[in-house]
């Protein structure tokens, strides 16, 4: 069992996470004469998104994608469900939050590219092989329980879904934006990552990886 430091335990709190590891999937490689598919990570002050094209979803993000007529991308966070949900903040929000419980996805359809939706923020675009964005969005697909949403989100066009994982503080969101795009076949590696600046530099340096114009070793 890993250690678990205050600045993790506090990390853990305002990251709003939770759940186990999962295994480290296969690699896909981009198929020659194929175009690449891309995904954006958006980091919102301490929270990160997954943000990834409205088309090809599998089940039951597809009849999320029905209640939001005229999306084109989708941004998904985790997160713990009281804290997302109830607006619970201050000392005691934090000690229940770092006792676990149950946690929710946050759906957010958008009409426009996320670096024109969230234009304020921090972004990073990725590219990924189109199975490896098809794996991603069954990552998020498997844990939802229901394609009932729990509640209308925080703003027009997002909503409140119940994840099959709990919450736990010693993984955050930005671990989970991690192990999604690990499922992609991205090489994020979710190990210590607790907070956004530890995520949007391991997604920076995959994206700089995987530029077509990098020099081979």
Same mark, same amino acid.
């Given at each position: 069992?890993?250690?678990?430091?205050? @600045?993790?335990?506090?990390?853990?709190?305002?990251? !709003?996470?939770?759940?186990?590891?999962? +295994?480290?999937?296969? =690699?896909?490689?981009?198929?020659?004469?194929?175009?690449?598919? +891309?995904?954006?990570?958006?980091?919102?002050?301490?929270?990160?998104?997954?943000?990834?094209?409205? $088309?090809? !979803?599998? =089940?039951?993000?597809?009849?999320?994608?029905? *209640?939001?007529?005229?999306?084109?991308?989708?941004?998904?966070?985790?997160?713990?469900?009281?804290?997302?949900?109830?607006?619970?903040?201050?000392?005691? $929000?934090?000690?229940?939050?770092?006792?676990?419980?149950?946690?929710?996805?946050?759906?957010?359809?958008?009409?426009?590219?996320?670096?024109? =939706?969230? +234009?304020?923020?921090?972004?990073? @675009?990725? @590219?990924?092989?189109?199975?490896?964005?098809?794996?991603?969005?069954?990552?998020? $697909?498997?844990?939802?329980?229901? =394609?009932?949403?729990?509640? *209308?989100?925080? %703003?027009?066009?997002?909503?409140? %879904?119940?994840?099959?994982?709990?919450?736990?503080?010693?993984?955050?969101?930005?671990?989970?934006?991690?192990?999604?795009?690990?499922?992609?076949?991205?090489?994020?590696?979710?190990?210590?990552?607790?907070? $956004?600046?530890? !995520?949007?530099?391991?997604?920076?340096?995959? *994206?700089?990886?995987? *530029?077509?114009?990098?020099? +081979?070793?």
């Amino acid at each position: 069992m890993r250690s678990v430091t205050r @600045r993790g335990l506090i990390g853990g709190a305002l990251g !709003l996470a939770g759940c186990s590891r999962i +295994e480290a999937p296969a =690699a896909f490689v981009q198929p020659p004469g194929l175009p690449a598919a +891309e995904v954006v990570v958006t980091r919102r002050d301490w929270h990160t998104d997954i943000c990834f094209p409205a $088309a090809d !979803l599998p =089940a039951p993000i597809d009849q999320v994608a029905d *209640r939001f007529p005229g999306v084109t991308w989708f941004a998904v966070g985790f997160g713990d469900r009281s804290w997302f949900m109830d607006g619970a903040r201050g000392p005691l $929000a934090i000690l229940a939050a770092l006792g676990g419980g149950p946690a929710a996805l946050l759906f957010t359809g958008l009409s426009a590219p996320p670096e024109v =939706a969230f +234009e304020r923020y921090d972004q990073v @675009r990725l @590219r990924i092989a189109p199975e490896g964005l098809a794996a991603a969005k069954r990552f998020i $697909a498997d844990q939802m329980e229901s =394609a009932e949403p729990l509640a *209308r989100g925080p %703003y027009a066009g997002s909503l409140f %879904y119940a994840t099959r994982l709990p919450y736990a503080a010693t993984y955050t969101c930005n671990t989970w934006t991690a192990d999604a795009l690990r499922a992609g076949g991205l090489g994020v590696d979710p190990t210590g990552v607790a907070f $956004a600046d530890q !995520l949007m530099a391991a997604v920076r340096a995959e *994206r700089d990886r995987r *530029r077509p114009d990098r020099p +081979e070793a």
